[in-house]
């Protein structure tokens, strides 16, 4: 039985450099070196809020059963996992404390390890840019709001704390109308906390190097309000915000396997070679065209004139070819005309493509699916 460590169930060194005399010897780059010698990079985190806070979650989502399908938090969720532009993970002060043993004529002292002293004030900031509508700076002052008053510092849960009990059942202080989801909750921390799992990953960005899990996450202030300041300059500039959670950190081998299962599923294959620009409704009036027939360009007619008058006009001298494609680990699909106006994947995992269609970049977003 091999034993538990810390990086059980994620990437493990497996090479073996004791045969080597490193910088002693002088480094060089040959290939039997390289495969021990593999530097650690960083700078690739991803953060993944797993669990929000209960009481918003569901407040937003009135009647909902699965508080992460309304637009707020599901909002809020995906800038921090999406398009954060920094994370940060405060740790805190892990020294390892002793006390002292002193005797003899000299007076000599041995310091003998007693406990291992771990800063309390760990905290997880996370920057990501506000949207129009201040969707982010919305939900987190909400989040506050709700566990303390700004004017009267209670609990209030925007509405959904429990005021009474009545057949054993929590009711609000004030009964909601007729037909409003009525869930009432007792002043409780675990109404309240957010959990994320942060993952750092190798340079593929499909294997996890590191793991460790937030637990107990509260925002550490309100944000947002640089908005109301102004400057004599005239510029303008993004409103990046800083969201700040005091939180405890925790590195194990379940939080290693949940890391792993995670990127697993949702690693993004980056290869740039599979980059669909969503170009081809400038070239196709339809998916079912297999030529370009477009008024761009002549409606597909090629001209029959050019300076030279050769009669072969200003057709391109290429041919495309019709090569298998693939993006991700699927069967093979020939691309062709048709596809370039859509978006394949296999959503199911069984090998069966499922299309999304692209074609009018101009179109207004579809209305919001909670079942997406």
């Not at 034993?3 to 045969?19: H, M, P, V």
């Not at 291992?116 to 700076?137: D, F, M, Y």
């Not at 993004?268 to 409704?281: K, Q």
């Amino acid at each position: 039985m091999s034993a538990i460590s810390l990086q059980t169930g994620l990437r493990e060194y497996n090479g073996d450099l004791r045969q080597y005399t490193g910088m002693l010897g002088g480094l060089t780059p040959d290939i039997h070196t390289l495969r021990s010698l593999n530097p650690e990079t960083t700078n690739r985190v991803i953060c993944v809020m797993y669990r929000g806070p209960y009481f918003l979650m569901h407040y937003f989502g009135e009647s909902e059963t699965n508080g992460y399908t309304n637009r707020e938090f599901a909002t809020y969720k995906k800038m921090i996992e999406y398009y954060n532009t920094g994370i940060q993970c405060q740790f805190g002060d892990r020294s390892l404390a002793s006390a002292q043993l002193q005797g003899g004529f000299a007076a000599r002292s041995i310091n003998i390890p007693t406990v291992q002293n771990t800063n309390n004030s760990q905290s997880l900031q996370i920057t990501v840019p506000e949207l129009v509508g201040r969707p982010i700076a919305n939900f987190h002052n909400m989040w506050i709001d709700g566990i303390s008053d700004e004017i009267t510092g209670l609990t209030h849960y925007q509405g959904m704390v429990a005021g009474s009990m009545e057949n054993n059942i929590a009711r609000r202080v004030f009964t909601p109308p007729q037909g409003v989801y009525d869930q009432a909750l007792e002043p409780s921390p675990a109404w309240e906390v957010a959990e994320f799992l942060v993952i750092a990953l190798d340079r593929s960005g499909a294997r996890v190097e590191a793991a460790a899990m937030a637990l107990g996450c509260i925002p550490q202030n309100k944000i947002g309000f640089e908005i109301f300041n102004s400057n004599p300059t005239g510029g303008s500039t993004i409103q990046s915000i800083t969201l700040s959670f005091s939180c405890q950190f925790i590195q194990s081998a379940y939080v290693n396997d949940l890391a792993a299962r995670y990127v697993q599923q949702f690693a993004i294959f980056g290869n740039s070679l599979n980059l669909n620009p969503g170009a081809g409704d400038a070239f196709f009036t339809k998916p079912t065209s297999e030529r370009i027939d477009t008024q761009m360009f002549n409606g597909g007619n090629r001209p029959y004139l050019d300076a030279v008058q050769s009669s072969v006009g200003n057709a391109p001298i290429f041919k495309a070819d019709e090569a298998p494609l693939q993006r991700t680990p699927m069967p093979q699909k020939t691309l062709k005309p048709s596809d370039h106006s859509a978006i394949w994947s296999d959503v199911q995992g069984n090998g069966t493509f499922q299309s999304k269609d692209i074609r009018n970049p101009y179109e207004a977003p579809p209305a919001w699916d909670e079942n997406t």
